[in-house]
């Protein structure tokens, strides 16, 4: 089981970027996902979640500017990003709560699962 997360990259000041954050391995259910970041220096910060049954919750920064999604038939979450800004610039990592699988004749389940960090760069 893993998440894999794309869409980083360097953008300008007000420009848009989108995030993709895909589960796979024998995939049953996920429950929340979400983004965090963490700017240099900095510590890691909640930037937006999503419930499994859809409920959002987005940092104060990043509302307005941010929307995030999820299709569960491909177990995948969306983080779309808007009217960026330098302070945007961290590393931005996908995060699953809890996660379950098959396992042969059983279903296993992973809880806190993390993708790879992929940077974002907004110049101004």
């Known amino acids: 089981v893993q998440l894999q997360a794309s869409g980083g990259g360097l953008v300008q000041a007000g420009g848009s970027l989108r995030f993709t954050c895909a589960a796979s391995?024998?995939?049953?259910?996920?429950?929340?996902m979400g983004w965090y970041r963490q700017a240099p220096g900095g510590q890691r910060e909640l930037v937006a979640t999503?419930?499994?049954?859809?409920?959002?919750n987005y940092a104060d920064s990043v509302k307005g500017r941010f929307t995030i999604s999820r299709d569960d038939a491909k177990y995948t979450a969306y983080l779309q990003m808007s009217s960026l800004k330098p302070e945007d610039t961290a590393v931005y990592y996908c995060?699953?709560?809890?996660?379950?699988?098959?396992?042969?004749?059983?279903?296993?389940?992973?809880?806190?699962?993390w993708g790879q960090g992929t940077q974002v760069t907004v110049s101004s």
């Open positions: 995060n699953a709560a809890r996660i379950t699988y098959y396992s042969g004749d059983e279903v296993g389940a992973l809880y806190d699962v």
């Open positions: 999503i419930t499994s049954g859809g409920s959002t």
């Open positions: 391995g024998g995939i049953f259910t996920i429950e929340g």
